[in-house]
């Protein structure tokens, strides 16, 4: 199994679907037992869709989107 390093080393190639079929199986074991990693994976999810959004929201708008998704990643 992973550890949580491995996994914060790992979170954008999960995010972009390039980890290989074992290191997938690895990766969803650790995130099962482990929320802390979960909850990280998850505000980096959020970063990665608001970063694709950027040029389609004006600035205020992006604020506010931006805090809202961290804040629905929280509960």
């Known amino acids: 199994m992973m550890s949580c390093k491995e996994v914060a080393d790992r979170a954008s190639a999960v995010i972009d679907g ?3 079929g074992w290191e997938m199986v ?4 650790h995130l ?3 929320r802390g990693c979960r909850h990280f994976l998850g ?3 959020a970063v990665d869709q608001l970063a694709s959004s950027v040029t389609e929201l004006p600035p205020e708008a992006l604020r ?5 998704k961290l804040r629905a990643d929280k509960k």
Do not use: G, H, V
């Open 64 to 68: 506010e989107e931006a805090l809202s």
């Open 18 to 20: 390039e980890l290989s």
């Open 43 to 45: 505000q980096i999810r």
């Open 32 to 34: 099962a037992m482990c």
């Open 26 to 29: 690895q990766m969803r074991l």
